[in-house]
């Protein structure tokens, strides 16, 4: 090694801030040392860099909606992708950040924590990071569950079905059934309120003649079915149905509206309506068992 000026240097020799190779150290320490904003363009590549990186660890968010049942959600938390943390970073119900831990393998995340009543509607949000899956380990508690208790119900002189429920706990349509043919067939539907406290409701039903029977159904996630008692209720003005041909070929007419089933030797529907006639040119000839008012059972052979 030799000096800027060509020869060796000696021991205690220190080197000249002079020399040209000294001044080119200090240039290049100078800006090294010199602060960002020196460099605004460069900062700013960095700092989108630093963003879509981020934005890419945080991708994901589940969303669970339903209502209040009382009960609390169970998460389960693998680790992120880069193997360092856990995958979920933020839980909100109703936009309100959990308090819960959610630095763990699973998590809990407490209801009671949110001021919520029995039935109100929740909205969970699972933020999470890109490149894992959390899981909700019981999403169905969420879910509306059929509850209902009937405090009263009648059928009005014209024919309006009104009842009266309480202990109710999700938004479930009551669907209301009529008793005709040895089987319940539905008549309509109307959608429960889903909170506690008593609830009215009403039914305009449609009567055949001599003695009806109704009730109200709810039936929830279980697919299990909650019933009401059932009532009775008879109309007066409603005559019997009668119909013809005997023989029919093109269509068959009744003497009043009605609710009608047309069944092949099988079993299998292959009519069904509420009408005064039926259009039953499309079916084959053969042998046809008819539904109809509160009679079943009736046949004809199709012409």
């Not at 630095?103 to 209801?111: G, K, L, Q, T, Y």
């Not at 999470?128 to 909700?136: E, I, L, N, R, S």
């Not at 009668?242 to 029919?248: A, D, E, H, L, N």
């Amino acid at each position: 090694m030799t000096t800027d000026e060509g020869h060796f240097p000696k021991p205690g020799d220190q080197p000249s801030v002079h020399s040209p190779r000294s001044k080119q150290l200090m240039l290049r320490l100078n800006d090294y040392l010199r602060p960002p904003e020196v460099y605004p363009a460069m900062r700013l590549s960095t700092l989108l860099i630093a963003a879509l990186i981020g934005a890419r660890a945080l991708a994901g968010t589940i969303v669970l909606d339903g209502h209040y049942q009382g009960k609390n959600l169970f998460i389960q938390n693998p680790f992120s992708e880069a193997g360092v943390g856990f995958c979920v970073f933020e839980v909100t119900v109703n936009d309100q950040i959990a308090t819960d831990e959610i630095n763990s393998s699973a998590f809990e995340v407490d209801m009671n924590n949110f001021g919520l009543k029995l039935g109100d509607a929740v909205v969970v949000k699972i933020r999470h990071k890109d490149g894992c899956t959390p899981v909700v380990l019981n999403p169905e508690v969420l879910k509306p569950k059929s509850t209902f208790d009937i405090v009263k119900q009648a059928i009005s002189s014209d024919g309006v079905y009104r009842w009266t429920a309480t202990n109710e706990t999700g938004e479930l349509p009551y669907i209301i059934e009529q008793k005709r043919w040895n089987k319940w067939v539905k008549a309509g539907e109307v959608m429960g309120v889903g909170r506690p406290g008593e609830h009215s409701y009403e039914f305009k039903v449609t009567p055949h003649s001599g003695e009806n029977t109704f009730r109200v159904r709810q039936v929830d996630l279980t697919r299990r079915s909650r019933y009401s008692e059932a009532v009775k209720y008879t109309d007066q003005s409603v005559a019997p149905v009668t119909w013809g041909p005997v023989k029919p070929k093109e269509e068959i007419v009744f003497t009043a509206n009605t609710l009608y089933e047309i069944y092949d030797q099988y079993g299998n529907i292959v009519k069904r309506g509420y009408a005064s006639r039926i259009d039953i040119s499309g079916l084959k000839k053969d042998l046809y068992y008819l539904n109809y008012d509160s009679k079943m059972g009736e046949t004809f052979l199709k012409r």
